[in-house]
């Protein structure tokens, strides 16, 4: 399976912009990137995913590159509440059997917040 | 109900004994999954459910059976808890196995 890597922490003010890297240098054509968090004490919460391009949606947006070597997740006014443990996963719609269902959580990159 | 609601929140038992963690979803989703978070080792999939009436082994299923008798429902069974149990439980759901997946808010649990 295609790894990713991040950096196991990250600091940000509130209300700036904060940018998420992930590298995931070994990914096929048919992998898409995911991403999901996890608050404090609470269950992971979906973010967001793409494939090739850009992608935006309330939470957050996905930046990839276009060799799709690497991608980042932007929260454009991170707030108290981004807080969390960021993850980004590789998930491949072709994969059979279990590996098909699963979420492969790394380690992820802990997000702290200052006020 | 809203979501996913897990139950207990949390649960002390002594080695030996049988405990069944429960999982409900009002979603209609078709798939749900059950995962096992420890410290420094990720979320890990214990079994999984691609529709009601039928399952499937994850990465970690020793120790643990479910049941998939309807579309809500998706209850883990400890038939015997050993203290490497200990975890913090997690149950999810999906519209689809491909779909993102919706987390309930955990049961943890102490082996002793």
């Known amino acids: 399976d295609a790894k990713t890597t991040q950096p196991n922490s990250m600091e940000s003010n509130e209300e700036e912009p904060v940018h998420l890297p992930c590298n995931h240098s070994?990914?096929?054509?048919?992998?898409?990137i995911h991403w999901y968090r996890q608050l404090p004490s609470q269950g992971p919460e979906y973010v967001i995913h793409g494939l090739t391009s850009n992608v935006n949606n309330r939470m957050a947006s996905l930046a990839i590159a276009e060799d799709r070597k690497s991608s980042t997740l932007i929260l454009h006014r991170a707030t108290l509440r981004d807080a969390a443990v960021y993850y980004c996963i590789l998930r491949d719609p072709a994969v059979s059997g279990a590996g098909s269902y699963q979420l492969t959580f790394g380690k992820g990159t802990k997000l702290s917040v200052i006020p | 109900i809203a979501g996913i609601t897990q139950a207990p929140t949390s649960q002390i038992l002594a080695a030996g004994r049988r405990m069944t963690l429960r999982c409900t979803q009002d979603m209609r989703h078709n798939a749900m999954y059950w995962y096992r978070q420890d410290l420094g080792l990720g979320l890990r999939l214990i079994h999984y459910?691609?529709?009601?009436?039928?399952?499937g082994k994850g990465e970690v299923p020793d120790g643990y059976s479910v049941s998939r008798a309807n579309t809500d429902d998706f209850p883990l069974t400890l038939a015997s808890a050993v203290p490497s149990q200990t975890s913090v439980y997690f149950c999810a759901s999906s519209r689809g196995y491909y779909n993102e997946q919706f987390f309930g808010p955990g049961t943890r649990l102490t082996v002793l």
């Open positions: 459910s691609n529709t009601a009436g039928t399952t």
């Open positions: 070994t990914i096929s054509g048919t992998d898409y």
